[in-house]
């Protein structure tokens, strides 16, 4: 979707304010909205494409006012009724009507399943991929409502693969729940001046990881 | 001065008293957590866990440790680049948001910066989590656009000649910035390496230290 989580190249907010390696969380609150939300996420209801589309799929105003937790949390809670664990009864009071039958993250699995992580790379069909490194590609100009990966900033742009990643899980389908469709994705560069135009920074390209969807021969 | 998204660091709340433009949220958070217990979907002990994992056990420090193997022996850093997953792996740093690791090295010619435009990607198990800023809006829009502006942000100015490779992560690969060893560490030993590259600097928003240059 052209939502305002799809921030490249938006002038207008000002200056990065660095911060110290320390502390991690800035109010106690986040740490307890992080921690439901992994826990959350563990119960199997949903994959990380959905989690992430739960969070852009809001008005702009609402995305560009709250803190990343804020985020965190309202997502969260549309995902907790979407996927019936929580009633939007139980939301709206904030109070249980009944336990739920889903199998809750135990503390003794938590190391166990951090370790092992949720990876996206699927193995590789026979055959050659479509793109090699050194290729010149194109981008599709594409503005789907759905989720995607493909950033406005390179919509119809021509790059060079750089880098295969192999076949990936395909954001766009398993965010609504139409399968993984894997497929191969590519680190594509892309020149600042083609992204940009004329007065871009002449030392600058943008490496953008793409999926075989979104490219055509260039 | 004042960015949207900037967590903490903004102010446009209508209140003129103490922090309560986090006390709806914090009372909201508060709440969805005891319905959660109540529910049995979340179990309190692991809430405490997956916390105490993030603020104690993993964070910018496993990174350090695999740039400081990097500097000192030749033979980790070419297994390094060639597949960062494995070697990253070498030290136990492994799993969730850090599953598929790519190592891109800056070196006088080039410099590497990574952003998520499109929400927060970050390399979990060698960085932790990501600081306010990296998920914020002023550097997701303009990373990709004027990263030397964003680097003097930071108080980074790199020679005008120094190519720049911003990595957008939107996809499930994780990027690690290896930095350029510091001049004046010739002869330091791993453990002392370390204390000289910075979580910035793993990024790309900033350079290592140089041995007596304060954190």
């Not at chain 1, 789907?144 to 990966?149: D, E, V």
């Not at chain 2, 446009?12 to 958070?29: C, I």
């Not at chain 2, 002392?192 to 928003?205: K, N, P």
Request: with cysteine; aromatic share 8%.
């Amino acid at each position: 979707m052209n939502g305002a989580h799809d921030l490249g190249g938006v002038d207008g907010f000002g200056p990065v304010v660095p911060e110290p390696e320390r502390p991690v969380f800035h109010h106690a609150w986040e740490k307890r909205a992080f921690a439901i939300t992994l826990a959350c996420g563990f119960l199997g209801r949903w994959n990380i494409d959905m989690a992430r589309f739960a969070r852009e799929d809001t008005d702009p105003l609402t995305y560009l006012k709250a803190s990343y937790y804020q985020t965190w949390l309202r997502g969260l809670e549309r995902l907790l009724v979407e996927k019936n664990l929580v009633s939007a009864a139980e939301l709206t009071e904030m109070k249980s009507r009944g336990t739920s039958d889903a199998r809750m993250l135990p503390a003794d699995s938590v190391a166990k399943v951090l370790a092992k992580g949720g990876p996206a790379r699927r193995p590789d069909p026979p055959g050659a991929p479509r793109f090699r490194a050194g290729q010149s590609v194109r981008t599709k100009n594409i503005h789907p409502r759905g989720h995607t990966r493909l950033p406005r900033y390179c919509r119809g742009k021509q790059g060079i693969v750089r880098l295969d990643h192999g076949t990936q899980v395909f954001p766009d389908s398993n965010a609504r729940g139409a399968g993984e469709n894997p497929q191969r994705c590519y680190a594509v560069e892309f020149a600042a001046g083609e992204l940009w135009g004329p007065g871009a920074d002449p030392t600058l390209s943008v490496m953008v990881d793409l999926w075989d969807d979104y490219l055509e021969a260039a | 001065m004042i960015p949207a998204m900037g967590g903490d660091h903004d102010h446009h709340h209508d209140h003129d008293h103490g922090d309560n433009r986090w006390s709806e949220t914090q009372l909201r958070v508060k709440a969805l957590e005891s319905l959660l217990v109540d529910k049995k979907l979340v179990d309190p002990a692991a809430l405490d866990a997956l916390i105490d994992t993030y603020e104690n056990k993993v964070g910018p420090r496993n990174g350090k440790r695999v740039i400081a193997r990097a500097w000192s022996d030749p033979a980790y850093k070419a297994r390094l680049l060639k597949d960062a997953t494995a070697a990253i792996a070498e030290f136990g740093y492994t799993g969730r948001q850090g599953e598929d690791m790519v190592v891109v090295e800056n070196t006088p010619e080039q410099h590497n910066m990574v952003v998520c435009t499109l929400c927060s990607c970050y390399p979990w198990p060698v960085l932790g989590l990501p600081p306010v800023w990296y998920k914020s809006a002023p550097y997701r829009s303009r990373a990709v656009k004027e990263p030397r502006a964003v680097l003097a942000d930071f108080g980074v100015t790199l020679p005008a000649a120094t190519r720049i490779r911003v990595w957008d992560s939107t996809a499930e690969l994780r990027y690690l910035v290896l930095p350029m060893r510091p001049a004046g560490s010739e002869g330091l030993r791993e453990d002392a390496l370390a204390e000289l590259v910075t979580r910035d600097s793993m990024i790309g928003t900033g350079l290592a230290r140089a041995p007596g240059q304060k954190p």
